[in-house]
């Protein structure tokens, strides 16, 4: 999921209305989400463990949970993410391919030391100590990349990569995924998309100028116009719905 502010869609809502249409034929109507807000995620493993991989474990614990849950288990899982959830949605089939269906990732990062210097960029000179404090506290789900779920798992996987996206830099991780793509994979580059594929170009642009991160300014939330940016990329919404039918 994506963490966002009161009265703020997510592009689950408009999946679901999709989903539940009555234009749909019933089998795709049943559709159950988990949300998974990353606000808040890196307090789950107490203190002293801090760190963006905690969020390979807390997914991990969702899967288990539903996999092992009397109803639940039979429902097909699909994973879908944005940005840094983006990364968790590809990188679950590398220890759940057998229960995963398909994958979506909106702008995903290719790793997690990646998203790390992406919010702090000072730390990019830091990044052979953060990896080994990843891998020594997390072990080798710290290193998962989606370029290894490209390459080692064949589970149907859609990846939308925006060409105007200066948080994750989708230009260089495109090619990366290009270098690995293979017949499963459905990746996408849009040339004029912000970071935010799954708005409007409108809404993207405002998100962009007024709530992105890094900043120097602090957000003004109060004056922040929340219809604005609740303006869906509906085309790409129902191509994903397509995806997921197929």
């Given at each position: 999921?994506?963490?966002?502010?009161?009265?703020?869609?997510?592009?689950?809502?408009?999946?679901?209305?999709?989903?539940?249409?009555?234009?749909?034929?019933?089998?795709?109507?049943?559709?159950?989400?988990?949300?998974?807000?990353?606000?808040?995620?890196?307090?789950?493993?107490?203190?002293?463990?801090?760190?963006?991989?905690?969020?390979?474990?807390?997914?991990?614990?969702?899967?288990?949970?539903?996999?092992?849950?009397?109803?639940?288990?039979?429902?097909?899982?699909?994973?879908?993410?944005?940005?840094?959830?983006?990364?968790?949605?590809?990188?679950?089939?590398?220890?759940?391919?057998?229960?995963?269906?398909?994958?979506?990732?909106?702008?995903?990062?290719?790793?997690?030391?990646?998203?790390?210097?992406?919010?702090?960029?000072?730390?990019?000179?830091?990044?052979?100590?953060?990896?080994?404090y990843f891998l020594l506290r997390f072990?080798?789900?710290?290193?998962?990349?989606?370029?290894?779920?490209?390459?080692y798992t064949s589970n149907p996987k859609?990846?939308?990569?925006?060409?105007?996206?200066?948080?994750?830099?989708?230009?260089?991780?495109?090619?990366?995924?290009?270098?690995?793509?293979?017949?499963?994979?459905?990746?996408?580059?849009?040339?004029?998309?912000?970071?935010?594929?799954?708005?409007?170009?409108?809404?993207?642009?405002?998100?962009?100028?007024?709530?992105?991160?890094?900043?120097?300014?602090?957000?003004?939330?109060?004056?922040?116009?929340?219809?604005?940016?609740?303006?869906?990329?509906?085309?790409?919404?129902?191509?994903?719905?397509?995806?997921?039918?197929?």
């Amino acid at each position: 999921g994506i963490g966002t502010q009161k009265r703020n869609q997510t592009y689950f809502n408009t999946l679901l209305k999709n989903l539940k249409s009555s234009s749909m034929d019933d089998k795709y109507k049943n559709y159950l989400v988990v949300a998974f807000d990353f606000t808040g995620c890196m307090s789950s493993g107490g203190k002293g463990v801090h760190g963006m991989p905690i969020v390979d474990h807390d997914n991990r614990s969702i899967i288990n949970y539903v996999i092992r849950h009397p109803t639940l288990k039979n429902y097909p899982i699909y994973t879908m993410g944005h940005s840094w959830g983006g990364h968790t949605a590809m990188t679950s089939l590398l220890h759940d391919d057998e229960h995963i269906k398909k994958a979506v990732a909106f702008n995903p990062y290719n790793s997690h030391v990646d998203c790390t210097y992406s919010i702090k960029p000072t730390l990019k000179i830091f990044t052979p100590f953060i990896y080994l404090y990843f891998l020594l506290r997390f072990g080798h789900t710290s290193t998962y990349k989606v370029v290894d779920a490209i390459k080692y798992t064949s589970n149907p996987k859609m990846i939308i990569c925006g060409g105007v996206d200066q948080i994750v830099k989708s230009k260089h991780a495109y090619q990366k995924f290009l270098k690995v793509q293979d017949e499963n994979v459905n990746l996408r580059y849009l040339k004029d998309v912000t970071h935010f594929s799954y708005l409007s170009d409108e809404a993207g642009q405002y998100f962009t100028e007024h709530i992105s991160f890094p900043r120097k300014d602090p957000i003004d939330f109060k004056s922040l116009e929340c219809e604005k940016i609740n303006h869906l990329n509906i085309p790409l919404l129902e191509e994903i719905v397509k995806f997921l039918k197929q």
